[in-house]
């Protein structure tokens, strides 16, 4: 059974850094694509950035392009977010999600493209 649990969030000031961290296990990671959403209160969960399964293409939401960046450590089973110069907008729950195909291309904006999903972890960013 895949399981994916996300840790790192906290509360921190804007202008801060965190990482988050989504550690995947259940079947072979290092061919599937990830992500990484977030749901603000009173919001859609919205896509914040993906990785290929191979690493080698990484896609951003606007919003966070620049400041945000997706990695992965298959040897690990692990994916990363890390978030610099936070803004209090970025306060949110984040998910990680796992795609639902192997070695699937295309940037992965949609929820419907992963078939599996972590808790949440929350960030707060005070301003």
């Known amino acids: 059974q895949v399981q994916l649990v996300e840790s790192g969030g906290g509360l921190v000031q804007a202008g801060d850094s965190l990482r988050l961290s989504c550690a995947a296990s259940?079947?072979?990671?290092?061919?599937?694509?990830m992500g990484w959403f977030r749901q603000a209160p009173g919001k859609e969960r919205e896509f914040v950035a993906s990785?290929?399964?191979?690493?080698?293409?990484?896609y951003y939401a606007d919003s966070v392009k620049g400041r945000f960046t997706i990695s992965r450590d298959n040897a690990k089973n692990t994916m990363y977010l890390q978030m610099n110069s936070l803004k209090p907008e970025d306060t949110a729950v984040y998910y990680c999600?796992?795609?639902?195909?192997?070695?699937?291309?295309?940037?992965?904006?949609?929820?419907?493209?992963?078939?599996?999903w972590g808790q949440g972890t929350q960030v707060t960013v005070s301003s």
């Open positions: 259940g079947r072979i990671f290092s061919i599937y694509g």
């Open positions: 999600a796992q795609d639902g195909r192997p070695y699937s291309r295309g940037t992965h904006y949609s929820e419907s493209e992963y078939g599996y």
């Open positions: 990785i290929a399964w191979s690493g080698g293409s990484t």
